[in-house]
């Protein structure tokens, strides 16, 4: 793989991360203000820590879809 190969991986990985991260954070009901804050600056660590919340509450979120 070159350079510019990895580069373009690295950002397509880093999107994705932030696109999970903010679809996991609007399911638990987050404000859209805090959600772009949290995926821009750093989507890998929000997506982490949804991910955390999600294994800590079993899979329990705020939707206003569940029973």
Not at 13 to 28: D, H, I, N, Q
């Amino acid at each position: 793989m070159n350079r510019q190969t990895v580069k373009r991986l690295l950002v397509a990985a880093s999107v994705a991360s932030g696109v999970a991260a903010a679809y996991l954070m609007y399911r638990r009901g987050e404000s859209l203000f805090a959600i772009i804050t949290r995926t821009v600056t750093n989507p890998v660590g929000a997506l982490a820590s949804e991910v955390g919340n999600v294994v800590q509450t079993g899979g329990a979120t705020n939707d206003r879809n569940a029973a």
